[in-house]
């Protein structure tokens, strides 16, 4: 359900923001999924379960956003409105130096 809502949000991002998503576990994802739906962002697949551990996530869909050092600033779990979508997506906020 999320896809679509990412589709869009990533052909309207701000200049600069990369955009990628993670299959978290590649063998449960049917191979029909790929020639059905349309995705229009860099999907990467997740290296292990390790990774996803050290990022806390043990549920899709998840939308994160990451910071500089992979430091996550911001989250949203399961299906979101294209709103709290808008905000995941905007541009950083510089941190004070």
Known sequence: KMVPEWNRAYERRSKGLKIVGVIMDPEQV??????????????????GHEFLRTLNVNRAPLTLRVGEGGRIEDLAMGVIDPIRLGELFAPATPSPR
């Open 30 to 47: 049917p191979p029909a999924f790929w020639s059905t739906m349309a995705i229009s962002f860099p999907v990467l697949r997740s290296p």
